[in-house]
């Protein structure tokens, strides 16, 4: 039996006693993408020629290797980790501050390989998720406060217009009072303002507009993006639940690693705490109550129906993740016609 192991100087094999029997030394000038290379589940050309030498009924690799066992730690590690600066003067690297300057700068190159290789498009969308959700909060409060500051005007037109964007559109592209349905200038209450003032209103109003339409430009960017990320997920419960998903988890891999169950509650977080802390009820869903599924469900069956939507979403998120063949229509078929039944009482 051999045991493998890597370390920034190269690949090292060793006996079941610890004792070294053979060794590739990388090139130092590609120290770090060789590394990187030794760090993936395939077998690295190096490795490859290395165990090509050397006969063995056993070969035991500290990390996972395709078609291989591992071991983690194992002897090959540990003798690397014992002997490093001996190996490093053997391989004509004189001192250890030659060693620490050399291992530092792999490990910054290491880094941004990572950084790099971690990168992928669900990111993208979880951060336009994110500039959402701030968007709603500045305009949220930015609407109230342009609520307050133009009643001092015009009290009558905030009554009748109770919605945030009508009335920033009016503020923004009319301001001055004029006769609206139901409304009569001439008896307004509103204070007389002075146009320096009403402009500094209408200036937020339009930063405002300008906010609306910044939301609606990413939201569609949103759903054209998820629809090439998640098209079978998105198929089921649209673009904007989807997103929601996506923004919780993190990322489309670790989606696809949570079983159904953790799907269910996404989202409902804070009651599963107070259930574990309290002994209280436990969630039966999360995020997935905003869908159609859960919120046409009768009251009794929202659970169960939770449960099948997940059970959906949890395979299809993995069908997604690997790229496989399209399911969304076809899930959604079978969801609907459970829903229908839940609907008729069966």
Not at 106 to 122: G, H, P, R, T, Y
Not at 245 to 254: E, H, Q
Not at 300 to 307: N, S, T, V, Y
Request: hydrophobic share 40%.
């Amino acid at each position: 039996m051999i045991f493998v192991s890597y370390c920034a100087l190269g690949v090292f094999v060793v006996d079941a006693s610890g004792k070294e029997i053979g060794h590739v030394l990388f090139d130092r000038a590609k120290a770090a993408e060789s590394m990187h290379a030794c760090s993936e589940y395939a077998v690295t050309d190096a490795e490859k020629k290395l165990l090509s030498q050397i006969a063995a009924d056993k070969i035991v690799f500290e990390q996972r290797k395709e078609g291989y066992e591992h071991e983690f730690p194992n002897p090959a590690g540990e003798y690397l980790r014992r002997n490093l600066e001996t190996i490093a003067s053997k391989s004509g690297i004189a001192s250890r501050d030659m060693l620490f300057e050399f291992v530092s700068s792999i490990a910054l190159e290491l880094s941004a390989k990572k950084m790099v290789s971690d990168f992928s498009n669900d990111k993208l969308v979880i951060q336009a998720v994110n500039a959402i959700d701030e968007l709603d909060k500045t305009t949220n409060l930015l609407s109230i406060r342009l609520r307050e500051w133009y009643g001092y005007y015009f009290p009558e037109l905030l009554e009748k217009m109770q919605d945030s964007e009508q009335m920033v559109s009016y503020v923004a592209d009319e301001l001055y009072r004029k006769d609206v349905k139901g409304i009569d200038v001439s008896e307004t209450i509103g204070a007389d303002i002075e146009k320096k003032d009403l402009l500094q209103m209408q200036s937020l109003a339009k930063s405002l507009q300008a906010m609306y339409a910044q939301r609606k430009s990413i939201e569609g960017y949103v759903e054209s993006r998820l629809k090439e990320i998640m098209p079978n997920t998105t198929a089921i419960i649209g673009s904007v639940i989807a997103a929601r998903l996506l923004a919780i988890a993190g990322s489309l891999v670790k989606l696809a690693k949570f079983p159904s169950s953790t799907i269910q509650i996404l989202g409902a977080e804070k009651a599963l705490f107070r259930h574990l802390v309290t002994g209280g009820k436990s969630p039966k869903y999360g995020i997935l109550f905003q869908t159609n599924y859960v919120q046409q469900a009768p009251f009794e069956r929202k659970g169960k129906m939770a449960r099948l939507l997940a059970s959906k979403l949890s395979m299809a998120i993995k069908v997604d993740f690997y790229k496989g063949k399209p399911v969304g229509a076809e899930y959604k078929r079978e969801l609907d016609a459970e829903l229908s039944k839940m609907k008729r009482g069966k």
